[in-house]
């Protein structure tokens, strides 16, 4: 499929049968929720984020109430694992702060724990049933400094570093082929090897998935990579099923800028919530583990 739009709100009373497609397919038909819960009435009463297709399907969907409550957050099936379930929630938290709302909620399916738990909420009381499947109830705060949208390369590059120069140990990169337009910039650069002499204990660690373009372009950050070699480390792992294409920096695992893979524009900042970057830390973990020093970038001479 080609590039997807950015998220946006939908306009409910011109637009609403635009919807109907998506939340018919995964909650009716794939989850077997009754019509009559699934079309409570309250739509006229909520805000409406939607991404779209080129040919205008709406391809991934959320709503929020007035009273702070997210729901009905659908990602086509063929489409999942693509981040575009975080950029849905991401926008639907913008709209919760342009209203004002200290705090929302939702509740999660069980299996959809995690990934709300990398976004920052947090779980609260015992299980429950509904609509005929377990669920949790979970809520996060909200403030001025909580996640923000930034436009990707230019915040993303300022932002990247700010993260760099605040950390006080530990900076994580993950970028496909560290993209010139934000990594390859001598300022990039800079910040980064200062964060690497600030302390014996200072690690950089950075995750590819593409080695060529980073070696032929004789890439700033490979350079830095051996000079420093025991302060910055450059790992490849060519494929792995929990990424997909998304561009990420995590600081001493409490402060993030995240773009979704499937976005040339959009981004996400947060650079106070250390729930927000635990969870992406954990994902960076977890790809590190599988991930090994390339043999092109130890043969490239400088």
């Not at 913008?94 to 990934?115: S, T």
């Not at 993209?179 to 910039?185: G, L, P």
């Not at 980073?214 to 025991?230: E, N, T």
């Not at 294409?245 to 996400?268: E, I, M, Y």
């Amino acid at each position: 499929m080609s590039r997807l739009s950015s998220a946006r709100e939908l306009d409910w009373p011109r637009e609403h049968a635009r919807v109907q497609d998506i939340r018919e397919q995964v909650f009716t038909q794939e989850q077997r929720v009754d019509p009559a819960l699934q079309w409570d009435g309250n739509d006229p009463h909520c805000r409406h984020i939607v991404i779209e297709a080129h040919d205008g399907r709406v391809v991934a969907y959320g709503r929020l109430s007035n009273e702070g409550k997210i729901g009905r957050l659908a990602v086509r099936s063929e489409l999942r694992g693509q981040g575009l379930g975080l950029r849905v929630l991401n926008a639907l938290l913008e709209l919760a702060r342009q209203n004002e709302l200290p705090r929302v909620y939702l509740h999660a399916q069980a299996r959809a724990l995690r990934f709300y738990e990398r976004a920052g909420f947090s779980p609260s009381g015992a299980p429950f049933e509904e609509a005929g499947i377990e669920h949790l109830r979970m809520s996060r705060a909200l403030d001025a400094a909580d996640t923000r949208r930034i436009a990707y390369p230019t915040d993303f590059s300022r932002h990247l570093i700010e993260l760099a120069s605040s950390a006080s140990r530990h900076l994580a990169i993950l970028s496909p082929a560290l993209d010139a337009a934000v990594f390859d910039q001598r300022n990039v650069s800079d910040a980064l090897a200062g964060l690497a002499r600030r302390s014996r204990e200072s690690m950089i660690r950075i995750l590819v998935s593409d080695p060529r373009p980073i070696v032929q372009r004789s890439h700033r950050l490979l350079q830095l990579s051996r000079r420093l070699p025991s302060r910055v480390k450059l790992h490849c792992l060519a494929r792995h099923p929990e990424w997909r294409g998304q561009t990420l920096v995590v600081r001493d695992n409490n402060g993030t800028a995240f773009k979704p893979g499937d976005s040339d524009h959009d981004a996400f900042v947060n650079s106070q919530s250390r729930a927000y970057a635990q969870g992406h830390a954990e994902l960076f973990d977890e790809l590190w583990r599988k991930s090994a020093p390339d043999p092109e970038f130890r043969s490239f001479s400088l």
